[in-house]
């Protein structure tokens, strides 16, 4: 290790990030200071990656989980000879550049994952490392070893503090994913104040307690970084490391270093002295020719073991073609073009819970698409997406398909996060939807940076009966459905269920929340499977006809579908019947369909959903009604709460005939 030039590009990182926050008078110059050093030796000496080849399936992943620290990853970015330019660190925090506030996946070339909010990059950090383990168990063979990287994630106090970080932690050591590193930056600082003021923890003990292997170090002493690092990457011992560097927060700054003024901008208002103190020459922006030498030739050193691991792939490939061609077919999103058809119609006197038929479906989605991987927090004995003969995740058995989070919402969230942004396996996450709030941040997340993670929410409303209106979800599908690139499925029967997963599987800018009921439905047999499947794709269908003239539309979601077809019975002649599975896909939907579906000439409309009303309001319009439950619920029988909120067909006949002036 050449100690010298590194202590150099330290020192430049440095002067990159006091520039850059500088020059925009915005953004966070603490870490990228006090971790320099740690930068230096990971982008300079240990981490195996190919900048031209950003996405190399064996490369080892860097996670920056203190997101607001991005000129770190920037800076060493733009060293290392990824496609990020001076002038993009230039451009730091400014419209349409490649390095925005905080690290975004689609945005940079080499960074893994969007972080922003504290924790979540630790979450995201055991997902990688998930799939990680699961694909060298999958793919690896006795005579050749394609995966065998490391997942490295860097975080402070603050992502530490953060209950979602907590739960990863513990189901990481649990599940011995010792492909794993986490460097704590431990500069003793928080944003308000010294981090003495809200915690008073040992971390070294903690980590241990969580079967961890923990190690404390100078994290300005690029030798014991070095040795910390190395020692992490090679001890297979089943557990995952953890490396306690004590660090300066806004070290080379002195008048606010090791305090919390250095958290934010302040400190590059002593630009000139800093860089005077760092050795740094007056232009600004400097990087010497020697730095630039020096990791231009790491970077000739990533590519020879690139070529060489190609070689061996090559090889893999040839001699294991049907592993290749699903591993291809993970990496690609690619899923049979005809997976709807391959999963049976269901009986025409199928009656069930759609969390059952949905359990049938995963299972004949799963034969289909192997890269799925599914999971529940603690509850798939109620949610019902266990994958029979799928194997379960674990130290033992890291090629299992189904994920035992244990009671840890947020994590199962972030971690199948990290499980999508990894590109090799489908992820999906399963609980009561009255629980989606605990991964919100993480479906938030998915939705922003385009994965294709399914949710898997079941016990979908009022219906839910004697536990009461704490879990009796109203608010909820509401609260998923205003979420920006979030698809929201609440299926009414067996077949828009297997369509909601066929549309979760093909979907590959974002993610997919099914929602799912405990209570029986009906299988609405009078229209063929055919027109159900086919409807639910597109979000919003007409389920029934009218006969004669129309004069009334009804429509509605999930269970409440039952409801409108008695009531359109009732009613008689002129009724139509929508079924409106999915807004989202109804609203991307061509101008001619939707006015197909919902003519303009008819203007007394009626929907009914057993949540909050204000978001069919858009469908109704000013003449139409809603029946919706805008109050939380009742601790009663389940039949008995949805009769005393409105939720039966009797209750939409009378409506009916209130708008008609029956």
Request: charged share 20%; proline share 4%.
């Amino acid at each position: 290790m050449n100690q010298e030039i590194l202590s150099q590009a330290a020192n430049q990182a440095r002067g990159l990030a006091i520039d850059a926050v500088h020059a925009c008078s915005s953004g966070h110059l603490g870490l990228p200071l006090g971790c320099a050093e740690i930068g230096a030796v990971l982008f300079g000496q240990s981490l195996s990656f190919n900048p031209d080849a950003p996405k190399w399936l064996n490369r080892d992943r860097f996670i920056l989980s203190a997101g607001h620290g991005s000129m770190f990853i920037y800076t060493w970015l733009h060293m290392s000879g990824y496609d990020l330019s001076l002038e993009d660190l230039k451009n730091f925090r400014q419209l349409h550049s490649k390095t925005p506030g905080h690290p975004e996946n689609f945005e940079t070339p080499g960074v893994e994952a969007t972080t922003g909010p504290l924790g979540q990059g630790v979450g995201n950090a055991v997902g990688y490392a998930m799939s990680g383990k699961r694909a060298a168990a999958k793919y690896n063979t006795a005579d050749h070893t394609i995966f065998d990287h490391h997942v490295v994630a860097l975080a402070g106090d603050g992502c530490l503090q953060e209950g979602v970080a907590r739960e990863a932690i513990e189901y990481a050591g649990h599940n011995g994913l010792d492909n794993l590193i986490l460097i704590y930056d431990s500069n003793d600082v928080t944003l308000d104040a010294m981090a003495n003021v809200t915690q008073g923890e040992k971390a070294e003990v903690y980590f241990a307690s969580q079967g961890w292997d923990a190690e404390v170090i100078n994290g300005h002493d690029l030798a014991a970084v070095h040795g910390a690092v190395e020692n992490a990457k090679s001890n297979n011992n089943g557990k995952p490391k953890i490396i306690i560097a004590k660090t300066l927060i806004g070290k080379g700054i002195p008048q606010v270093e090791g305090s919390q003024k250095a958290h934010g901008e302040g400190g590059a208002a002593f630009s000139v002295e800093a860089r005077q103190g760092l050795g740094l020459p007056a232009e600004t922006f400097h990087v010497s020719d020697e730095v630039y030498a020096y990791f231009k030739e790491q970077k000739e050193k990533q590519i020879a073991q690139f070529e060489e691991w190609q070689k061996t792939f090559e090889a893999w490939s040839a001699a294991n073609p049907e592993l290749a061609e699903e591993l291809a077919n993970g990496v690609g999103n690619i899923i049979p073009s005809d997976l709807l058809d391959r999963i049976p119609e269901f009986d025409a006197d199928y009656a069930d819970a759609t969390r059952n038929s949905g359990g049938v479906v995963i299972n004949k989605v799963a034969q289909e698409v192997p890269q799925l991987l599914t999971g529940s927090a603690d509850l798939f004995g109620s949610t019902k997406n266990y994958i029979k003969d799928g194997g379960d995740f674990s130290a033992t058995d890291p090629d299992g398909r189904n994920i035992w989070f244990g009671i840890r919402e947020h994590a199962m969230g972030a971690i199948c996060n990290g499980i999508a942004y990894d590109g090799i396996f489908r992820a999906s996450g399963a609980t009561f939807l009255v629980f989606a709030d605990y991964l919100r941040p993480s479906i938030r997340l998915a939705a922003l940076a385009g994965l294709p993670v399914t949710y898997i929410f079941t016990h979908d409303s009022v219906g839910v009966g004697e536990d009461g209106p704490t879990h009796q979800p109203v608010e909820t599908v509401s609260g998923l459905r205003v979420i920006p690139g979030l698809d929201v499925i609440r299926p009414a029967d067996p077949e828009e269920v297997a369509a909601s997963y066929a549309a979760a599987m093909a979907r590959v800018d974002g993610p997919t929340a099914l929602i799912f009921s405990r209570q029986k439905v009906r299988s609405n047999v009078e229209t063929p499977a055919s027109v159900r499947r086919e409807g639910t794709l597109k979000g919003g269908y007409v389920l029934r006809e009218e006969k004669g003239d129309l004069k009334l539309i009804l429509m509605a979601s999930g269970s409440e579908v039952g409801h409108i077809i008695e009531a359109a019975e009732q009613l008689g002649e002129g009724v139509r019947v929508v079924s409106m599975p999915c807004i989202e896909r109804f609203n991307r939907q061509s101008a001619d369909y939707k006015k197909s579906v919902l003519p303009c000439c008819c203007s007394k409309r009626i929907a009914i959903e057993a949540g909050v009303s204000d978001l069919w309001h858009q469908f109704t319009g000013f003449e139409g009604r809603v029946i919706g439950i805008d109050r939380f619920g009742i601790s009663a029988p389940g039949n008995t709460v949805m009769k005393e909120l409105g939720m039966t067909a009797d209750n939409v006949v009378a409506v009916a005939k209130e708008l008609l002036g029956h």
